[in-house]
């Protein structure tokens, strides 16, 4: 595609329910990254996908978090009994292939989680 | 871990002004990328510095990478409306070349501009 996408723009969910987040990421970029942007704040590293695999899982909050990554594309972020102080911009990035050599990072628009 | 300290968290200028934002670090970057993020969108990269001294320009954007490779500063000339958003400096964390997978943000400078 065209750029990064990101779906769905905006959940709301109650705490406790589970959520998916997708992200598509640049077609042919094998690097994908996860961040998570709390209100007024900078973004937090979550979790990076080279192809497939996840050499770098640091990031994730605590164990509800999860993701995964298909046929070195599409990625699903999981986050299972979501918490209030879940509620954030959950944003995705792609480069061509990880940073080294200076790839830029191409971000989506992200998508809004609000937990009540 | 790595913090990225930038000033000022916010400013409000008239149009036509200069604006100066900088960023500081107790670690040392080997790379410092400035962003740009409008509302409702994802950052854009704006500016990436990846040597130690260098002054790199984007239209009119100017950035530096400071000498010590612990701060950086970003510099717009001549403000208009549309550079309204919050710029943030970003760096790697961990080795460039193997482990630096990650980028580590610094909180964001908001930028308004009075028409």
């Known amino acids: 595609g065209a750029g990064v996408s990101q779906s769905p723009s905006n959940k709301v969910t109650e705490k406790g329910k589970d959520v998916e987040l997708r992200c598509d990421p640049i077609s042919g970029h094998t690097a994908l990254y996860w961040y998570r942007q709390s209100l007024g704040q900078g973004l937090e590293f979550l979790i990076y996908?080279?192809?497939?695999?996840?050499?770098?899982k640091s990031g994730l909050p605590s164990d509800r978090f999860s993701a995964e990554r298909t046929g070195g594309s599409v990625s699903t972020l999981t986050i299972q009994r979501t918490q209030q102080e879940d509620s954030a911009v959950y944003l995705c990035?792609?480069?061509?292939?990880?940073?080294?050599?200076?790839?830029?990072?191409?971000f989506g628009p992200g998508t809004r989680l609000t937990v009540l | 871990g790595q913090q990225l300290n930038q000033s000022p968290q916010s400013m409000f200028i008239q149009e036509g002004e200069d604006v100066s934002m900088n960023c500081t670090s107790s670690?040392?970057?080997?790379?410092w990328l400035w962003y740009k993020q409008e509302p409702g969108e994802g950052p854009v990269l704006l500016i990436a510095?990846?040597?130690?001294?260098e002054l790199t320009s984007n239209g009119r954007l100017t950035a530096q990478f400071g000498i010590t490779r612990k701060d950086s500063f970003l510099n717009i000339s001549a403000s208009i409306p549309s550079d309204v958003g919050i710029y943030f400096c970003?760096?790697?964390?961990?080795?460039?070349?193997?482990?630096?997978?990650?980028?580590?943000f610094g909180e964001g400078t908001q930028l308004t501009v009075n028409p």
């Open positions: 970003a760096g790697p964390s961990g080795v460039w070349e193997t482990s630096g997978s990650r980028l580590t």
């Open positions: 990035a792609s480069s061509y292939r990880g940073l080294a050599g200076g790839n830029e990072q191409f």
């Open positions: 670690s040392i970057f080997n790379t």
């Open positions: 510095l990846y040597k130690a001294g």
């Open positions: 996908f080279q192809g497939n695999s996840a050499p770098d």
